[in-house]
T-cell receptor, first 110, second 113 residues
Framework: EDQVTQSPEALRLQEGESSSLNCSYT??????LFWYRQDPGKGPEFLFT???AGEEKEKERLKATLTKKESFLHITAPKPEDSATYLC???????????FGKGTSLLVTP | DAGVIQSPRHEVTEMGQEVTLRCKPI?????LFWYRQTMMRGLELLIY????????DSGMPEDRFSAKMPNASLSTLKIQPSEPRDSAVYFC???????????FGDGTRLSIL
């Protein structure tokens, strides 16, 4: 059975203090690994898809990387508006459902 | 462009009542997914459709839950009879193809008293 574990559960950063969020996974044939951002009272908002080990993608202050066992979401010089819950999900070759981790709740203070 | 639209946004009802949640996917998207989010279990798939046909309903908790997709613009998730443990946020998502990113609606917050 696929498993996705995210750490830490919660992270508090000062504005400008860079850090990384971790997503460890076990999956029977990875089709893709997805990162989402979720704001309170809203649905998850798509950020990135990674398909193979070594792949990297960037968007503004966010950079996602992938190895065969884990993915990292690097946040460079975060701003308060980056505060949200970040969700990682895997999709395997047996179907198209996403299997989500529990998320990392990020708070960036001024 | 209109995103995924869910209704109602909030629903409070008493145990034993029938509950119907609705979802309008993004136009042109062939895949529609229903997920449930709770603090304890996070986001979990309930069921998904391809071209209005249910493909995987392995996440549907029990016979009290049913989902339909009568046309490309509407899917419904029905709970009958409802129980307090069904309280959660129910999300609908759609994608243009199965492996493409899923785009989520803002969910229905369901409270069963």
């Amino acid at each position: 059975e696929d498993q996705v574990t995210q750490s830490p559960e919660a992270l508090r950063l000062q504005e400008g203090e860079s850090s990384s969020l971790n997503c460890s996974y076990t999956v029977s044939g990875l089709r893709g690994l997805f990162w989402y951002r979720q704001d309170p009272g809203k649905g998850p908002e798509f950020l990135f898809t990674l398909y193979s080990a070594g792949e990297e993608k960037e968007k503004e202050r966010l950079k996602a990387t992938l190895t065969k066992k884990e993915s990292f979401l690097h946040i460079t010089a975060p701003k308060p508006e980056d505060s949200a819950t970040y969700l990682c999900a895997v999709q395997n070759y047996s179907g198209y459902a996403l299997n989500f981790g529990k998320g990392t709740s990020l708070l960036v203070t001024p | 462009d209109a995103g995924v639209i869910q209704s109602p946004r909030h629903e409070v009802t008493e145990m034993g009542q029938e509950v119907t949640l609705r979802c309008k996917p993004i136009s042109g998207h062939d895949y529609l997914f229903w997920y449930r989010q709770t603090m304890m279990r996070g986001l979990e798939l309930l069921i998904y459709f391809n071209n209005n046909v249910p493909i995987d309903d392995s996440g549907m908790p029990e016979d009290r839950f049913s989902a339909k997709m009568p046309n490309a613009s509407l899917s419904t998730l029905k709970i009958q009879p409802s129980e307090p443990r069904d309280s959660a946020v129910y999300f609908c998502a759609s994608s243009s193809q199965g492996a493409q990113p899923q785009h989520f609606g803002d969910g229905t917050r369901l409270s069963i008293l």
